[in-house]
């Protein structure tokens, strides 16, 4: 690890302790290897060259959710996120990434082809699960305890994704873009309609992005940036030739990838650098839009009296914490469901999920997501609803887990059922 | 250390044994940013563990260094001789609170601001409030006697502790003081452990004194052209017999250096501020923040600025509280020290500070608690170029100097951990350091407990 930048972004830590205050994973944890602080002094140590054991420091740089509480904390403004990116991407090279990130994040993800073909795969595999549990949220099959973690368990996946639903000439051209994500279009392939249908009743032409590569945030995280920036770029160079007014994303991790993390992935001066500004210049989320758009006019009166302060809202880190957008979220949703929108019990409390991390450490993860939605529902909420798929994923198992009368919803079903109620 | 050691401390605490380098490095630094390498942590969770980790460390002779959340500005948890680093981090239960005798039980490991959530929750107050109280630990702030904003009218930590349970460097586990409003039996044991910096004993266990909640509060900013105009209107504050539980002075340095990152509008001319805070009932707090304002337009406030709700107070904090972050933004390196000088002597103070950063060269900005004449002066200085370095030591010295000169002290905070070591005999002279040194024997006869600290320890001064 000998890296100029790195060490200007560790730099500025003072050791001061603020992140131990707000990291997601420090109360699971107690130890000062869990929180950023200490993260960044493996950092600097392996900078002085006393890294004894890469492997040690690729694992303690794993253990973290990138939730970016510490970030925002940070009375210095350390950039954690990046820092640990960049340790994990330096590590990575120096000792190698596991072999099934390797084939995942080299293979299937850059080709949209070869990911519908996984879903395929795997929605035929998941008729061999057993123990079928009905939630509110949709179907789940729970996961046998010795695969994946214990009381993991998972949505039914459909047999058709978002994308294959449309007409091959549907939506190809227009002046706004819909960029669905892998979750909304081949897991959650409702959310990705609502979105989609919402998006038009704004009354411009919608295209939907057919041609997506993974946003690339996955190999990121896990520090193959090879993947990450084949991903980013053969994204960016599409949106951009699809010249589009505004890119719409109705999830926030996907979001965070297209406003400012493709910009450590291809910085000023790699061939991707103008695609990448164009598409951040024009990317924006799906309750912004819905406020800017007019959308939101078209909704006739919401009930009143109704379910009153039944529906939450989930911040997710990045959408709310990084890039600031949770009071658009809660404008739009009240004004698509009125009074049965109140503020959730610890709403900005991380759901846990994390991407990979969810993965690697199943029962961390589903301790932090398990209090998540207890608090919520223990302060009276009913449908948690958010704008972030890996929240969505995550959120909706731990209902199944703890209460599958508790539903979990993204807003754009919320504003979709308000649009169109008869 | 010793295998054997290891293996022994290994059957005491299993997988709360860790030896891997990457913990070890977790736990080489504090806030002071030096570090040393222990070699190993363990995390208990019980008096008896401390006790048991402290016999061992007897019998094989390695050092223990209790560490709380590591937030010290004088290295006093850092392993400057290795051994094991002792992490309370997992002590940390609210065991009671007493809401009729008004106080409170708790583990070392508890973070402060934790402890005064709990306290108001039932109507009851914890004063002390280092910056630091959102993650530093009760068991940090009874070891270094930590003060705050507030110690001006409710005093520092020392003033809060009635008692403690303590594993002493010999492994005994002492109980001291009482759970009563009053008590004085015998020589004065929880004091001599208050601000002892983990040397004499573990603290395993505290017995805090609480009060009940003040009703109301209101901010007051006034704005001044020099420190001489702010300083002046401290003492008419004072004069005026209003005790405010926050009094913070911020000279030009501190000003420009957070105008240059933070937008806080301020009339042109500004050289100095003042924050104030008056507690109390909402009829008392009117009528003392009115006198506060008197005494500030008195001595040539520019402006004068109050809140008495929560929106409006944070708003008027900004200032003083963007100080500390944006400093680092000015040098990678600052000496940071918490001199006191008596109250009257504030204005001579901030002279010989602007007059010392000319003669020597180095940016020195000061900001701090002006009730109390705490000023945190900070160097900052780049850390790459050598003169600057020493011109900075040398600064520093002149300013402790001075302070001791002034009738003041050395540090009204952070301790003197390595950073003050080689300055301890200039406040408290040869016969102090002797019975110091008497006391911690008696305590501690085989320096097991945080060897290297307060007293000079050349190789870790330097680091
Ligand atoms: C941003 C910032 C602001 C700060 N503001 C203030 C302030 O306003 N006022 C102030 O006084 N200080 C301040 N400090 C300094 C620091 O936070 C305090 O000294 C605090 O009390 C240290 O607590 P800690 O839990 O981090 O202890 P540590 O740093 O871990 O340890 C401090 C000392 O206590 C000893 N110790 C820890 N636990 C125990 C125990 N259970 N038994 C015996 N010894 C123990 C250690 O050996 C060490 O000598 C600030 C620090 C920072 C980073
Ligand atoms: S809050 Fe920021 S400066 Fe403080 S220790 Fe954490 S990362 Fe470093
Ligand atoms: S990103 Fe989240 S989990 Fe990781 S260190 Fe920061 S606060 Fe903790
Ligand atoms: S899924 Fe959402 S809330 Fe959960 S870790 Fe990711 S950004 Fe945070």
């Known amino acids: 690890m000998k890296d100029a930048d790195l060490k200007a972004l560790t730099g500025l830590c003072a050791k001061c302790g603020t992140c131990r205050t707000v990291c997601t994973l420090y109360p699971e944890r107690k130890t000062e290897i869990a929180v950023a602080r200490g993260k960044i002094a493996l950092i600097e140590a392996a900078m002085r060259g006393e890294d004894g054991d890469a492997e040690g420091v690729q694992e303690a740089l794993t253990d973290c959710l990138l939730c970016g509480r510490c970030e925002r904390a940070c009375p210095n403004q350390v950039l954690v996120e990046e820092i640990v990116m960049k340790g994990r991407a330096d590590l990575a090279e120096e000792v190698g990434i596991p072999a099934w990130k390797r084939v995942l994040f080299g293979k299937v993800m850059p080709s949209p082809a070869a990911t519908g073909i996984a879903r395929k795969a795997a929605a035929a595999g998941q008729r061999l699960l057993p123990g079928k549990i009905p939630t509110a949220s949709g179907l789940h099959y729970r996961f046998p305890d010795g695969l994946g973690g214990k009381g993991r368990t998972v949505p039914k996946l459909p047999g058709k994704g978002f994308l294959e639903s449309l007409g091959k000439a549907e939506a190809a051209a227009g002046e706004v873009m819909l960029f669905v994500g892998c979750v909304f279009d081949h897991v959650f392939p409702g959310v990705g309609r609502a979105a989609y249908e919402t998006v038009k009743a704004s009354g411009k032409s919608v295209a939907v992005f057919r041609d997506a590569a993974c946003c690339g945030l996955p190999a990121m995280v896990s520090g193959d940036r090879r993947s990450a920036a084949e991903c980013a770029e053969a994204n960016v160079r599409r949106l951009r030739a699809a010249e589009p007014g505004a890119i719409v994303f109705p999830c926030g991790s996907c979001l965070l990838m297209f406003k400012r993390n493709v910009f450590s992935l291809l910085p000023k001066g790699t061939p991707g650098y103008d695609d990448a500004t164009y598409v951040a210049e024009r990317a924006v989320d799906y309750a912004s839009f819905l406020l800017s758009s007019g959308v939101l006019d078209r909704i006739p009166d919401p009930p009143s009296g109704q379910n009153v302060g039944e529906i939450g809202y989930h911040d997710p880190c990045h959408l709310s914490g990084t890039l600031g957008k949770g009071p658009e979220a809660r404008e739009a949703l009240s004004r698509a469901v009125g009074p049965a929108f109140a503020e959730m019990a610890g709403a900005d409390l991380c759901c846990g999920y994390g991407g990979t991390f969810n993965v690697r450490d199943y029962p961390t993860s589903s301790r932090i997501g398990e209090t998540k939605v207890t608090v919520a529902a223990r302060g009276g909420t009913k449908v948690i609803s958010t704008a972030c798929s890996g929240c969505v994923l995550q959120m909706r198992d731990m209902a199944a887990r703890t209460d599958p009368a508790l539903r979990v919803v993204h807003i754009a079903e919320l504003v979709h059922q308000a649009l169109f109620r008869k | ?463």
């Open chain 2, 1 to 463: 250390m010793h295998a054997d050691a290891l293996s022994a401390l290994g059957n005491l605490f299993g997988d709360r044994l860790r030896t891997s380098l990457e913990t070890r490095i977790c736990y080489s630094f504090d806030a002071t940013r030096k570090t040393f390498l222990p070699d190993a942590v363990v995390y208990p969770v019980s008096a008896e563990e401390v006790r048991q980790t402290v016999l061992l460390a007897n019998r094989h002779r390695f050092p223990v260094v209790p560490r709380g959340a590591g937030t010290g500005f004088s290295g006093g948890s850092l392993p400057v001789r290795g051994g094991v680093v002792l992490s309370t981090e997992r002590m940390d239960r609210i065991v009671s609170i007493d809401t009729e005798n008004l106080y409170a039980v708790v583990e070392p490991g508890v973070v402060t601001e934790t402890l005064k959530a709990a306290a108001r929750e039932r109507g009851l107050f914890y004063p002390p409030d280092p910056a630091s109280l959102k993650f530093s630990t009760i068991g940090g702030n009874i070891a270094e006697c930590s003060g705050g904003m507030s110690a001006v009218k409710y005093g520092v930590t020392r003033d809060y502790v009635l008692g403690l349970e303590a594993v002493l460097g010999t492994g005994e586990l002492l109980r001291t003081g009482v759970a009563t409003a009053k008590g004085v039996v015998g020589y004065d044991l929880t004091r001599m452990l208050v601000g002892s910096e983990g040397t004499l004993g573990i603290v395993t266990r505290a017995t805090l004194r609480l009060l009940p909640h003040p009703e109301a509060a209101v901010t007051v900013l006034a704005l001044f052209r020099t420190n001489r105009d702010a300083s002046g209107a401290v003492n008419a504050v004072v004069a005026a017999k209003v005790t405010p539980s926050a009094m913070e002075i911020m000279d030009r340095t501190a000003i420009d250096c957070v105008r240059a990152v933070a937008k806080v509008p301020l009339p042109a001319g500004t050289g100095s501020a003042l924050l104030f805070e008056v507690d109390g009932t909402a009829d008392s707090t009117a009528r003392e923040a009115d006198r506060v304002e008197e005494a500030c337009r008195a001595h040539g406030a520019l402006e004068v600025r109050r809140a008495s709700d929560m929106k409006g107070r944070d708003e008027l904090w900004k200032l003083r509280r963007a100080i500390s972050p944006t400093l680092l933004q000015l040098g990678a390196v600052k000496l940071n020290e918490d001199i006191v000088v008596p109250r009257s002597r504030l204005a001579d103070m901030f002279d010989f500070l602007a007059d010392l950063s000319g003669r020597s060269d180095v940016r020195i900005v000061n900001f701090g608690h002006a009730g109390d004449g705490n000023i945190h002066v900070n160097i900052m200085i780049s850390g790459a170029d050598e003169d600057e370095t020493r011109r900075a030591e040398e600064a520093v010295a002149e300013v402790f100097r001075k302070t001791v000169a002034m009738g003041g002290t050395i540090s009204g905070e952070h301790g003197v951990g390595i950073s003050k070591a080689p300055f301890l005999e200039m406040e408290v002279g040869p016969l102090g350091v002797a019975v110091m040194k008497r006391l911690k024997e008696c305590f501690d006869p085989n320096g097991i407990l945080n060897p290297g600290k307060i007293f000079l320890d050349e190789a870790a001064v330097r680091g």
